[in-house]
């Protein structure tokens, strides 16, 4: 078992930014994929960005690409997402999850980022 614990959410204004937090805890392996998705009221959760635990390969989608970057640090077990110049769009539950090398997923419980004037 895998447990997720994520932080760093809250409400800002557009043009400012947050960094979100996500440390994994358990049975990790030593190789793993952990990452971002967000779902917003009415909408499917959609990916965000990824990271491998090499921390070589990462992916974004194509709303974030250039605003946000995700980072890991292995040593902490730890997954950041730090997010620039966001939009009112980008308003959402944001959530952690973590993919072993068995394929098993796990996910946190999310944390609300709010995006308003």
């Known amino acids: 078992q895998v447990q997720l614990e994520e932080s760093g959410g809250g409400l800002v204004q557009p043009g400012e930014s947050l960094r979100l937090s996500c440390s994994a805890s358990?049975?990790?392996?030593?190789?793993?994929?952990m990452g971002w998705y967000r779902q917003a009221p009415g909408k499917q959760r959609e990916l965000v960005a990824r990271?491998?635990?090499?921390?070589?390969?990462?992916n974004y989608a194509n709303f974030v690409r250039g605003r946000f970057t995700i980072s890991r640090d292995n040593a902490k077990s730890t997954v950041y997402l730090q997010m620039n110049s966001l939009k009112p769009e980008d308003t959402a539950v944001y959530y952690c999850?973590?993919?072993?090398?068995?394929?098993?997923?796990?996910w946190g419980q999310g944390t609300q980022v709010t995006v308003s004037s």
């Open positions: 999850y973590y993919l072993s090398n068995r394929g098993r997923d796990y």
């Open positions: 358990g049975s990790i392996s030593s190789s793993n994929v």
């Open positions: 990271i491998t635990s090499g921390g070589t390969t990462t």
